[in-house]
């Protein structure tokens, strides 16, 4: 089934501008928590329509998603607000997704066999756009070995399966079965509904700070995050890409779909990224590496003496540069994160490391903060992307990385 949504490079979330989905609930404990994925999805501009199977009016009521989604709810097949009885066709158009959370494993059974004896199950069949499931139950419910064929048979047939995660569960026992929390979802739906910019193409990213070791102990190092490059490593795997995230020391968690070399110096850096730049189609260096190290660390910790310390420090190779200048180089981008005279100086390194597209940004406003704003320095001139968190300018910045690159490559081509 592909899947094309429509571009939206100014939007604020970065997401999901005018989406339309329809949440399926069905009758488990974790119902409580689509009452919250309403919510969020409805804060980001989605448009939700919930379809609630019998059951899961026990467990929350349709009033409550109607007054959090704004929409009515449907509950029957047999709705008279909808013409002709046609409720599982009507929903199922103009549906960019169907997102069934919770989903039980009699729901999972059901999909799986291709029964359809309710609104949500015969909407689910009739549907001509993804469907996510977010699968809910207790733990031997979900081992057994049943509700895993059905599992299997709907991976096989495209379906999306979120979760489950292990942990405490309603019944008091502890394992596999838990819903995804509301956010984790949601997470999931923005990354899904984003558009494959990058499909077929092969990204490296490096990210975070290098650490050049003075002894056993001590080192010289920045203050990055890592939070932008990890930003723009999740956006491009959304966009489609293959990423490969080359990451000096950071605190972050890492996104599960990416290649991830984990380095330290700025050498062992140059190296993973002469092994991966070749294939690659596109490097973004947003690493903030060292430019220089001690020319000689210290075997043993350097004890303190009463007298000064000469640390000489010798240039480390330029990683950016270097990938730049390969004789067919992947299409190059550079981060500048300056302290004063932005442009000046982000321009001067765009033309000096020969690359494409340099990314500017004030260093005090950035370093390990949540939010930023950034200048994009390109051949068409200078424009400057507003504040905003990283991970909705990480998703503008691959937008507009995948229009340049796209055009690079018909010029090349
Ligand atoms: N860069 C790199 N290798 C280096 C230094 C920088 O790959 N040894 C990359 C960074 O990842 C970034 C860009 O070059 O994409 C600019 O980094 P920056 O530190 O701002 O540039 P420098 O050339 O080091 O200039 P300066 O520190 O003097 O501002």
């Not at 939007?11 to 989905?21: A, F, L, N, Q």
């Not at 039980?104 to 359809?116: E, I, P, S």
């Not at 394992?175 to 923005?190: D, K, S, V």
Request: with cysteine; hydrophobic share 45%; proline share 5%.
């Amino acid at each position: 089934m592909v899947y094309t949504p429509t571009l939206c490079f100014s939007c604020e979330s970065g997401v999901t501008d005018s989406k339309r989905i329809v949440l399926g609930i069905t009758g488990g404990i974790a119902a409580y928590k689509a009452a919250e994925l309403v919510r969020l999805l409805v804060k980001d501009g989605v448009e939700v329509r919930v379809v609630m199977t019998q059951a899961a009016c026990g467990f929350i009521t349709p009033a409550t998603l109607q007054a959090l989604s704004n929409k009515p709810v449907f509950t029957d097949m047999w709705d008279a607000r909808v013409s002709d009885n046609m409720a599982h066709i009507e929903l199922s158009r103009g549906t960019d997704l169907i997102v069934v959370a919770p989903a039980t494993a009699d729901f999972l059974a059901k999909l799986a066999n291709g029964l359809a004896d309710d609104l949500l199950s015969t909407l689910s069949i009739a549907r001509e756009c993804p469907l996510l499931v977010a699968p809910a139950m207790n733990r031997q419910m979900w081992d057994n070995k049943a509700t895993q064929r059905n599992v299997a048979q709907l991976a096989r047939d495209g379906v999306v399966i979120l979760g489950p995660a292990s942990g405490d569960q309603a019944c008091g026992e502890v394992g596999m079965g838990r819903m995804l929390e509301a956010q984790q979802i949601f997470n999931e739906i923005n990354s899904f509904l984003q558009p494959k910019l990058l499909a077929g193409s092969n990204v490296l990213i490096t990210a975070g700070p290098t650490f050049e070791a003075i002894d056993p102990v001590r080192g010289i190092t920045n203050r990055s995050s890592g939070k932008m490059g990890y930003a723009i490593a999740r956006a491009a795997l959304d966009a489609g890409a293959k990423v490969t995230l080359v990451s000096g020391p950071t605190n972050i968690d890492v996104p599960s779909a990416a290649h991830v070399e984990r380095v330290e110096s700025t050498n062992e850096m140059f190296t993973a990224v002469k092994k991966h730049a070749n294939a690659a189609d596109i490097f973004i260096g947003v690493a903030a590496v060292a430019d220089y190290r001690v020319e000689k660390t210290s075997k043993q910790k350097i004890k303190k003496t009463n007298r000064d310390l000469n640390l000489k420090l010798v240039p480390n190779p330029d990683i950016l540069a270097w990938v730049a200048a390969l004789p067919k180089p992947p299409f190059c981008v550079g981060f500048a994160a300056e302290s004063q005279k932005l442009h000046e100086y982000a321009d001067a390194k765009r033309r000096r490391k020969k690359v494409p597209l340099m990314v500017a940004n004030l260093a005090q406003d950035a370093i390990g903060a949540d939010d930023n704003e950034i200048t994009l320095l390109d051949d068409s001139g200078i424009q400057t992307l507003p504040r905003a968190p990283k991970t909705v300018l990480a998703r503008q910045l691959v937008a507009y990385i995948a229009k340049l690159y796209s055009s690079d490559k018909t010029r090349i081509s």
